[in-house]
């Protein structure tokens, strides 16, 4: 993730990758999804300069037969707390992030 001071941008892209970390699945014939490459970039709003506008743009591959409301339920708990988080950690970091 990098910050643009100058173009007042906050973005970064990632991906998902194997990890000796994680505990390895003991029945290999079951995964439940690949988390492709995701990019995520925030910036001013263009109305409001106290607000920002988040774009996230995300390739998921679903494995299994999860309802589509259930995944969309999901996610957008996900991004709440996922913006709280960003909240909470630049209002820490205030010197990094004016």
Known sequence: ???DTE??????????VDS????????????RGINGANYIRV????S???M??????QESDVKSSI???LIEGSMCSFFRS?????????SNHPNEYP
């Open 1 to 3: 993730m990098m910050l």
């Open 7 to 16: 173009k007042d941008i906050y973005e970064g892209a990632y991906i998902s």
């Open 20 to 31: 000796s970390i994680t505990p390895t699945n003991g029945n290999q014939k079951l995964v």
């Open 43 to 46: 910036t001013c709003s263009s």
């Open 48 to 50: 409001d300069s106290k």
């Open 52 to 57: 920002s506008q988040l774009q996230w743009i």
């Open 67 to 69: 309802p589509k409301r």
């Open 82 to 90: 996922y913006m709280d988080n960003i909240k909470i950690f630049i």
